[in-house]
């Protein structure tokens, strides 16, 4: 078994959490079957309003006592519906992507009044060292290999710097790992554990067209690439955030011509919608890691959880201490 303190401090068995997608890409059936695994699940909240959150809430009690987190991009939501996650008193609010002028403070300070933690997202050492003075109870290294908003730093590098910038705050690190290799590998820099998104998009709890789970499958992790593309097309605008997206038939169709794509938006993103509803793999925005390429199967997500620690402890037990002379 491996233990670390963010096991401790968020009350849950493995070092081993959910990604908070937002946009409708977690829902409370991915989310309970994490924590129930003993990992920690996240919803997203981003693009749910007030009611929304609380629905979601309540059904993840109904499906689950273990620990979990409702997660926000602090630079799209508002107040209301950061306070509506609040009282619902998850076991921690995640929080990510803060505009630069945004004071972490109060939203830090409210959901620790509420007994909740507070987990904030880095794509680099500033942003967490933003977190740790602000007081951010756990900070996610998130490296660019990953799917969805990223920054430009990678993993490997990352997750030392930011264990080294923000201790004896517990880091986990998120980006590029799928398998027990990448929690193994975490643990030798330092961090806490793991915070997974696109492993758990291919399983069949997540809220994801089966054609873009098998895109995850077939994919050689080679296929993906930093763009703003899905955000033009999207019409929303990220604080200095880039989306690892794949190079598929609609982001080569407006690489180097976004300006076009600006112009036309409003009506190139009804296309977008329901290139998503259809599962249309060429014409919908699909935002997925490097990691894909370590992605083979479409399993159940407590089964992620499951093989991600074996398969860790096995390195850590019997191949690693072997390499020791
Ligand atoms: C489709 C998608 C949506 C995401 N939405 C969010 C979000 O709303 N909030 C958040 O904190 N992270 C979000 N992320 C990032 C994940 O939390 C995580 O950092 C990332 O997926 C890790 O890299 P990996 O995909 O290689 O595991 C999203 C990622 C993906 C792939």
Known sequence: ???????????????????GLGGG?????????VSEAGGFGAQGCHGMNVAQIGEAAATLRGMTNRPFALNFLLFHCNEEQFDAGVAEKPAAIAIAWPRPDQDLKPYIARAHDAGCKVTLMAGGVPEALRGAEAGADVIIAQGTEGGGHVSWMA?????PMVVDAVAPIPVLAA????????????????????????????TPEAPLHPNFKQAIVESDG?????????????????????????RNRFVERWAGREWQLRQHQADLYKGVLAA?????????????????????????????????????EAILKDRLPGLVR
């Open 1 to 19: 078994m491996i233990r670390t303190p963010v096991c401790d401090l968020l009350g849950i068995e493995h070092p081993v959490a959910l990604g």
């Open 276 to 312: 998503r509803k259809s599962g249309d793999r060429d014409e919908a925005t699909l935002s997925y890691g490097q990691d894909a390429g370590l992605i083979h199967d479409i399993v159940p997500a407590g089964e992620v959880v499951r093989h991600i620690v074996a398969e860790a």
């Open 155 to 159: 993993t490997m590098a990352l997750t």
């Open 222 to 246: 080679h296929d993906t690439m930093l763009t703003e593309i899905p955000d033009i097309a999207s019409g929303t605008v990220w604080p200095g955030a880039m989306s690892r997206a794949a």
């Open 175 to 202: 980006g590029g790992i799928a398998d027990g290799r990448g929690l193994a590998a975490a643990l030798a820099l330092g961090a806490d554990g793991v915070l997974l998104g696109t492993r758990f998009l291919a």
């Open 25 to 33: 890409h977690t829902r409370p059936e991915l989310v309970a079957a």
